[in-house]
């Protein structure tokens, strides 16, 4: 036997390898010094550009969704510091019952902050666990950034449209007049 190369004389001594698998490595091997085009890829390599491939696609979305996440995260950071640099301080024992979560929430307000409420200049928002007031350009800024976080609007209510049915049903209440100061 030719000097060869080490490795593949100990792997047959040992009976891992046939003599007849040994030649045929040897002369692809030397076939592929010798070619002078670029060989045909195999199956392995094939496979493994695929997997490749599948791989970087995997990486591309994955830091697609981190991206997205990573904005999402920023624009609640942004909206939160929005609600902690504009909220209006709450004064005042009367009060102010709307719904969050399938629940009635209590503020106490005083009769402005109730009219500015009611009138749609002031929106409350949500802020953790607790609910604060924001002047209506500040809210419009939030609800750009996370929509969620605004829990009573009413300026947003009369921006619609008011149905064919709902006007023939103002015109007839007209008639009955409630009084302003009512407080429910």
């Known amino acids: 036997m030719a000097k060869g190369n080490p490795l593949q004389e100990q792997l047959l001594k040992a009976g891992l ?3 007849s698998k040994v030649a045929e490595v040897a002369r692809e091997q030397n076939k592929a010094r010798h070619a002078k085009g670029p060989s045909e890829p195999t199956d392995i ?3 493994a550009e695929r997997a490749r491939a599948e791989k970087a696609e995997r990486d591309r979305a994955l830091a697609a969704e981190r991206k997205a996440q990573a904005r999402i995260t920023e624009l609640r950071a942004q909206a939160r510091q929005i609600i902690e640099d504009r909220k209006v301080p709450r004064t005042g024992e009367s009060e102010y019952r709307f719904t969050a ?3 009635i929430r209590t503020l106490l307000v005083n009769q402005d902050l109730r009219k500015k409420l009611s009138s749609g200049v002031l929106v409350i928002v949500r802020l953790d666990d607790r609910y604060e007031l924001l002047p209506r350009v500040a809210a419009d800024k939030v609800r750009e950034r996370d ?3 605004i829990v009573l609007d009413h300026g947003q ?3 619609t449209e008011p149905s064919a049915a709902s006007s023939e049903d103002d015109a007839y209440y007209a008639q ?3 009084p302003d100061d009512l407080v429910w």
Request: no cysteine.
């Open 17 to 19: 390898v046939k003599k």
């Open 45 to 47: 390599q094939l496979e």
């Open 101 to 103: 979560d399938g629940a």
């Open 147 to 149: 929509a969620g976080m």
């Open 157 to 159: 209510e009369a921006g």
């Open 176 to 178: 009955f007049q409630v």
